[in-house]
T-cell receptor, first 115, second 109 residues
Framework: GAGVSQSPSNKVTEKGKDVELRCDPI?????LYWYRQSLGQGLEFLIY????????KSGLPSDRFSAERTGGSVSTLTIQRTQQEDSAVYLC?????????????FGPGTRLTVL | RKEVEQDPGPFNVPEGATVAFNCTYS??????FFWYRQDCRKEPKLLMS???SGNEDGRFTAQLNRASQYISLLIRDSKLSDSATYLC??????????FGTGTRLKVLA
């Protein structure tokens, strides 16, 4: 069956440019998470969407980062004026309802390189 | 102190060996616990949830010790294909999952 998909798989950009990363969660999953993983580091929580509730943006590292989720499905993470420290793998995960022993299913990630 | 701590390893073990990883967590209110596996340049995948009474899935056994605030993962009869990074994941009363930085395992032929 279809899992979580992300695009692009790789993105190389120049410092100062804006980038947009896309996540398609598993159909029917109401909870959607964005994480960032830098080389050799753990997953850093960025943002959480649950249904129609206001998202938890507490993990976004700066106001250059923003995310949307349209129609309770597809999500886009936008990074404005990219910096070299933004280079990382950006992972999206979805789960059925965001509760209890919900299993998070991860997409393959977008590897972002800022030159 | 990090919310979830793991020994980064690497643990280099021969095929057939038994290996154990521990993970400690700081929030005593944590409610759910998981082990994920992450292969090199791949996304994390759920290996197993960790239940209060401990649970086993084939060669893998997970234990939870709430009093000491740690969870463990035991792998018996290690295979080459077990080589990966094992992520400890803890969840409190909210929806947030806190990931450890992972323990790297290399199973040697």
């Amino acid at each position: 069956g279809a899992g979580v998909s992300q695009s692009p798989s790789n993105k190389v950009t120049e410092k100062g440019k804006d980038v947009e990363l896309r996540c398609d969660p598993i159909s029917g999953h109401t909870a959607l998470y964005w994480y960032r993983q830098s080389l050799g580091q753990g997953l850093e929580f960025l943002i959480y969407f649950q249904g129609n509730s206001a998202p938890d943006k507490s993990g976004l590292p700066s106001d250059r980062f923003s995310a949307e989720r349209t129609g309770g499905s597809v999500s886009t993470l936008t990074i404005q004026r990219t910096q070299q420290e933004d280079s990382a793998v950006y992972l999206c995960a979805s789960s059925i309802a965001g509760g209890g022993l919900d299993t998070q299913y991860f997409g393959p990630g977008t590897r972002l390189t800022v030159l | 102190r990090k919310e979830v701590e793991q020994d980064p390893g690497p643990f280099n073990v021969p095929e057939g060996a038994t290996v154990a990883f521990n993970c400690t967590y700081s929030n005593s209110a944590s409610q759910s616990f998981f082990w994920y596996r992450q292969d090199c340049r791949k996304e994390p995948k759920l290996l197993m949830s960790v239940y209060s009474s401990g649970n086993e899935d084939g060669r893998f056994t997970a234990q939870l010790n709430r009093a000491s605030q740690y969870i463990s993962l035991l792998i018996r009869d290690s295979k080459l294909s077990d080589s990966a990074t094992y992520l400890c994941v803890v969840r409190g009363g909210t929806y947030k999952y806190i990931f450890g930085t992972g323990t790297r395992l290399k199973v040697l032929a």
